[in-house]
C-alpha cells in the first residue's frame, strides 16, 4: 500500500470514529411522528412472514389509510429490526439505519474520487474526496434524517442511487450486464427520488464522457451526444420507469399535495436558498418547520430566492465550460436535480429540513473540490510554510468539530418526543401541528392546564385539524368533562368523515365510560375505514363481551387473531365467547393467564379510572414477571393519580431501572418529583 492510500485510510478510520463518537447518544432514540403509524402501530412489520407481502399490498406499510404506499425495503428493513429487538427496541432501528450511512459514506468516497480523476491531476484528489465525504457525513443538517427512523427511506434510497452510480462510472466495462440498474430498482421499492438518477447518469455522460459544458447541449451539432446519452441509459430508464409506475398503481392518490402550484414552486426558490445556507450554517434545524406558501411574488424572500436560482444555474454553466471546474459543475446539478422531485409537487409541507439529505451529496462535492483547487493553487506556500498548513488544519478542525458538536447536540433534541417538540415549538412558533404534538407530551405526563394551553395555541393555526380535536376530546375526558369530550370528538369527525383515527378514539373513549352502545357504531365506521385498526377491535372486543353478544365478540376475536395471531387479550375473548361466559376484569384476576394478562388489565382499570385495581394489577404482573418495565411503569402513573408520589416515584425508578429508555417512566417519573418538590 503506498503512502498517500496508506494516509487515506487512516483517516478514513478517524473519521468513522468521530462519527460514531457525534451520533454515540443518538441510538436509543425513540420514535417520533411518521413513526407512530409506519413502526409502533403498524402490526404488520411484527412478523417476518409478511415480507412478500410488503411488495404487493400498501396496506403493509401504515397503520393510516392515509400514508398507504408501496415502499416494500422500507418496511422489510423494520421488520427485520423488529424482530432482531424483539420489539419496538430503539437500538436496532437506530443501528440499521446508521448502518446505511456508514455505507453511503464508504460509497461517496469512491465516487468522489472517481469524479475527480476524470477533471483534476493531481496527489491531492485523494484528499479532497475525503474531505468531501466528511464534511458530508458529519454535515449537522444530516442528523435530522439519522435520527428519524422512518427517514430510513432517504437514507436507503440515497445509498441505493448512489451504488448504482458508482457501479455505472467505475466500471463501464461492465455496463452491458446491467449490473449497476439493480440497485437503482432497489432504491425504487424504498422512496420515489430514484428518477434523479437518470438526470444525473445523463450529464455524467455529457459532462465527463462526452466532454461538453451545459452549454454545448444547446448547440444543434451535438443533438446526437443527446440522443446517444439517453440510449446508453435507456434499459435504466425503461426498467426503473416501470417499477416506480408498478410501486404508484398500488396506490388510490398520493396524500400530501395540497398547495396550490404556482406559489408553491415560486417559494421553492427561497427554500433552495435556505438549504444551501443550511449546508454551511445549520443554526436553525426544525423537525417540523412553520414555513407556508409565500403568496405575495413580490416577497423578497421570493426575489432573494430567485436571484439564487438564477446564480446556481449561471454557475453550473460557466464551471462546466472547463475540465478541471467539471466537478464543481456536476455537484451543483446533483444538488438541483434532487430538489426537483420535493419542488414541483406542491405538498402540504413547504420545506422539511430532512430533504437537504439527498442535494447535500452534491453540494458537499461542489464547495470542497472549489476549496481544494483553490489550496492547489497555492500549493508551493503551503508545502513550504508550516503557518499555511497549521490554519488550513485548524479551518478543517473548526469546520468538522463544530458540525460534529452539532450532531451530539441534535441527537439529544431527537430523544425523546418531549425534547423535540419543545425544540420545535421554540424553532416553528407558528407551527400549530408542533404545538400540538408538545401538548400531547404534556398530557402524558398529567399536565393536563399545560397541555390545553398548547391545544389552545395550536387551535389558532389548525382550526380545522382533526387528529388536534381528538386529542382534546382525550384530554377533556381525563380532565372529566364528559360534554366537552363529546363534543371535541364530533367535531373531529366532521371535520375528517373518512378518516378512521376521529371515530376510533371516539370509540375508546366510549367504552371506557361502559357507553358501549355507543361505542359500537364508532368502532365499526373506524374499521369500515381501516380494517386493521387495533383500537377499535379493542373497543369491539370488549363492549360485546360486555353485552354477552356472543357471536359479533367470536367473529371480532377471529379477526383481530387473524392480524395478530398472538394476542392473549383476543385469545380470552375468544374462550368467553365459546363458553358464552362473560370475561370480566374480576374473573381474569382470579384465574390468571400470565404476567402480559395482567398487565392488558391494569390498563383497563386505568382508563376507568380505578386506579387501585390498576396497582394490584400491576403487582401480580410483576410477581409473574419481576422485570416487567411496562407493569412498573403503570404502577407508577396510578400512583401518581392518587397523588402517592412517593410510591409513584420508586416505580417509575424500578421501570427506568430495567428499561432506561422507558419515554412513559419517564414522564411520569418528572411528574411525580415535580409535584413531590412543590409541596
Known amino acids: 500500500m503506498t503512502k498517500p492510500n496508506t ?21 436509543n432514540n425513540g420514535f417520533h411522528f411518521d413513526d407512530s403509524h409506519a413502526v409502533v402501530d403498524n402490526i404488520h412489520i411484527r412478523d ?28 422489510t428493513t423494520l421488520a427485520i429490526d423488529y424482530w432482531l429487538g ?16 456508514v455505507l453511503l459514506g464508504i460509497m461517496l468516497y469512491f465516487m468522489y474520487r472517481n469524479l475527480l480523476v476524470k477533471s483534476i491531476n493531481h496527489n491531492w484528489i485523494d484528499y ?17 434524517t439519522v435520527n428519524y427512523i422512518i427517514s430510513r427511506s432517504d437514507v436507503i434510497s440515497t445509498t441505493c442511487i448512489v451504488a448504482s452510480f458508482l457501479i455505472y462510472i467505475a466500471y463501464p466495462q461492465k455496463r452491458k450486464f446491467g449490473l449497476y440498474i439493480l440497485p437503482a430498482i432497489i432504491g425504487v421499492f424504498t422512496k420515489e427520488t430514484v428518477l434523479v438518477l437518470i438526470i444525473l447518469l445523463f450529464f455524467y455522460i455529457i459532462l465527463f464522457e462526452n466532454e461538453l459544458s451545459v452549454g454545448d447541449l444547446f448547440k444543434s451539432k451535438n443533438f446526437k451526444n443527446i440522443t446517444t446519452a439517453i440510449w446508453l441509459i435507456l434499459p435504466l430508464i425503461v426498467l426503473v420507469v416501470f417499477a416506480q409506475y408498478y410501486t404508484l398503481s398500488k396506490i388510490k392518490s398520493i396524500s400530501g399535495i395540497t398547495n396550490p402550484f404556482l406559489g408553491y414552486v415560486l417559494t421553492q426558490a427561497w427554500v433552495w436558498l435556505h438549504y444551501f445556507i443550511s449546508f454551511f450554517l445549520p443554526l436553525n434545524l426544525s423537525a417540523d418547520t412553520d414555513l407556508g406558501v409565500i403568496s405575495n411574488i413580490f416577497d423578497e424572500r421570493i426575489i ?7 446564480a446556481l444555474i449561471v454557475t453550473i454553466f460557466k464551471t462546466s465550460s472547463k475540465k478541471e471546474t ?39 462535492f461542489s464547495v470542497v473540490t472549489y476549496i481544494g483547487l483553490r489550496i492547489i493553487k497555492i500549493e508551493k506556500k503551503i508545502t513550504s510554510n508550516q503557518s499555511f498548513r497549521t490554519a488550513l488544519g485548524i479551518c478543517i478542525f473548526l469546520i468538522l468539530g463544530l458540525n460534529a458538536y452539532g450532531i451530539h447536540q441534535r441527537d439529544k433534541v431527537w430523544n425523546n418526543d418531549e425534547s423535540l417538540w419543545y425544540d420545535v415549538t421554540i424553532k ?39 387528529t ?38 371516539y370509540a375508546r373513549y366510549l367504552k371506557s365510560f361502559n357507553r358501549d352502545a355507543e361505542a359500537i357504531p364508532m368502532a365499526q365506521k373506524a374499521l369500515q375505514i381501516n380494517p386493521y385498526s387495533v383500537i377499535a377491535l379493542q373497543v369491539l372486543m370488549g363492549a360485546y363481551n360486555d353485552l354477552s353478544q356472543w357471536d359479533s365478540l367470536k367473529q371480532v376475536a377471529q379477526q383481530t387473531l387473524a392480524i395478530l395471531p398472538n394476542d392473549t387479550g383476543a385469545k380470552n375473548y375468544l374462550k368467553a365467547a365459546t363458553q358464552r361466559q362473560s370475561l370480566t376484569t374480576n374473573t381474569i384476576i382470579s384465574k390468571p393467564l400470565s404476567a402480559a394478562d395482567y398487565l392488558n388489565m391494569s390498563v383497563a382499570y386505568y382508563n376507568q379510572q380505578n386506579y387501585q385495581k390498576c396497582i394490584e394489577a400491576c403487582k401480580m404482573a410483576i410477581s409473574l414477571k419481576s422485570d416487567d418495565a411496562d407493569a412498573y411503569s403503570n404502577m407508577g402513573a396510578a400512583y401518581n393519580q392518587l397523588k402517592q408520589w412517593k410510591q409513584g416515584i420508586a416505580a417509575c425508578e424500578m421501570a427506568l431501572k430495567i428499561n432506561p429508555n422507558h419515554k412513559l417512566a419517564t414522564g411520569n417519573l418528572e411528574w411525580a418529583k415535580k409535584e413531590l418538590n412543590t409541596k
Open 7 to 27: 494516509n487515506i485510510l487512516y483517516l478514513g478510520i478517524l473519521l468513522l470514529a468521530v462519527l460514531i463518537a457525534a451520533y454515540a447518544n443518538h441510538f
Open 128 to 144: 479532497i474526496a475525503l474531505g468531501a465525504t466528511a464534511w458530508y457525513i458529519l454535515n449537522t443538517a444530516n442528523a435530522e
Open 428 to 466: 416553528s412558533p407558528l407551527n400549530g401541528r408542533g404545538l400540538m404534538n408538545y401538548g400531547l407530551t404534556q398530557m402524558g405526563k398529567g399536565n393536563y392546564t399545560v397541555a390545553e394551553q398548547y391545544f389552545e395555541k395550536a387551535e389558532q393555526y389548525l382550526p380545522y385539524y382533526n
Open 86 to 101: 424483539g420489539g419496538l427496541t430503539p437500538f436496532y432501528f437506530q443501528l440499521s439505519t446508521f448502518s446505511w450511512f
Open 468 to 505: 388536534l380535536f381528538i386529542n382534546m376530546g382525550i384530554l377533556a375526558g381525563a380532565s372529566n368533562r364528559p360534554v366537552d369530550a363529546d363534543a371535541d370528538f364530533k367535531k373531529a369527525i366532521s371535520l375528517s368523515p373518512n378518516t378512521y383515527d376521529s371515530y376510533a378514539f
Open 326 to 364: 467539471k466537478p464543481i459543475a456536476f455537484g451543483l446539478i446533483w444538488f438541483a436535480a434532487s430538489l426537483l422531485p420535493t419542488s414541483l409537487a406542491p405538498f402540504a409541507e413547504v420545506t422539511n429540513d430532512h430533504r437537504m439529505f439527498f442535494p447535500f451529496i452534491g453540494l458537499s
Open 304 to 310: 432573494l430566492g430567485l436571484i439564487f436560482v438564477v
Open 48 to 75: 417476518l412472514k409478511n415480507i412478500p407481502q410488503f411488495f404487493t399490498d400498501p396496506k403493509m406499510f401504515s397503520s393510516d389509510p392515509l400514508h398507504w404506499g408501496l415502499r416494500p425495503i422500507v418496511t
